[in-house]
């Protein structure tokens, strides 16, 4: 069995060996494009932005700005200007909570989210809730993982404000079915939100095809830095909302009276943002749009189908998050074991996993499990990852 090609672009994988890296939806490895980006950067560029009078300040911002038009040009944005650079998806929903989330919603409004929703998908909302009066409602996820369409139907009824769902599950995989689950919540006239946060790395993303008002995604789960995120937003509503930071940046003019306002992106862009982080993730994209795309899918789909199956032969395993539709996720359990202690001993076997509620325990809840084992593939992952994966899992039932 061969490594795929793009596994060499990662220096950590060549400087770790003594592990398997299977932690890929809590973050992932960086290229070495991206590592130089950054050096560049820090190397001969280094400045701040928007404000120089200097040919430094001047190069910084124009960096900072070319990021900016990779990003909307990878999601198919209609301008930059509706492309906001965030600390992450976390971020950039607690910003649609804070700035358009009181334009939409008030006392006795609905707002929809999934119960298989990260949790930073589900407290801004509430907090909103506790502001405006508006009330939250989550449609229930099947036993295999799926929304229940019926009842995301049901609660669609009640003509909800906004509707806020994953893109895919991070704790399962599942991938949601986005070209219907959209327009149906377009349809009543709700705003629409989607979490991309476990999307971006293995989709192509096109938000105009999606028809969402909101995209929210973190750089560092595309290969890219952490600390630098998305927030695309359709640009009549980013019109519309008011600034939910202030400060240096965001201005037009300001006196001790009175404040205007920066235009779009800026508004939304108080203080200095992270430049080095918006090139290094515009990194990520170059490094990603070089790739052919459509054998990363193909390549990760193998991952998942085969990690499926050789997981499933093991006894007493199973497999939680059975959806039709997965992204490249395996969350599973062992009979009669705490997935903490599966984790621990795949880590002494030098097999990274992560274990527990996968900051989504409405969704756990819903299955009626505390937590699960998750291991989460990438395009550098390998099948014989994927066998030690499996071999580790066999020894650490033997020691359980
Ligand atoms: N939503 C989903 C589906 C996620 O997987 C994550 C990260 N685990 C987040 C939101 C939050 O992303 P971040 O921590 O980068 O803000």
Redesign the pocket.
Known sequence: MTEPAWRSDFPLLANRRDMVYLDN??TTQKPKAVLDALARYYRGTNANVHRGAHRLSDEATAAFEAARETLARRINARSSREVLWT?????AINLVAAAHGPLAVGDGDRILITEME?H??IVPWQQLCQRTGAVLKAARVLPSGEIDRDDFAAKLEEQPRIVSI?H???ALGTVNDLSSLVPSAKAVGATVVV?G??AVAHFDIDVQALGCDFYAF?G??MYGPTGI?VLYGREELLEEMPPWQSGGEMIERVRIEETTYATLPFKFEAGTPDISGAIGLAAAVDYLDDLDGEAIEAHEASLLAYASASLNQVEGLRIVGTARAKGPVVSFLLDGSHPHDVGTLLDQQGVAVRTGHH?AMPLMDALGVAGTVRASFSLYNSLEDIDKLSGAVRTARTML
């Open positions: 939806a809590a600390r992450g998806t976390t971020e990260h930073s998908n994953s895919v599950s991070n979490d946060a476990q973190s560092h789960k995120g900051c």
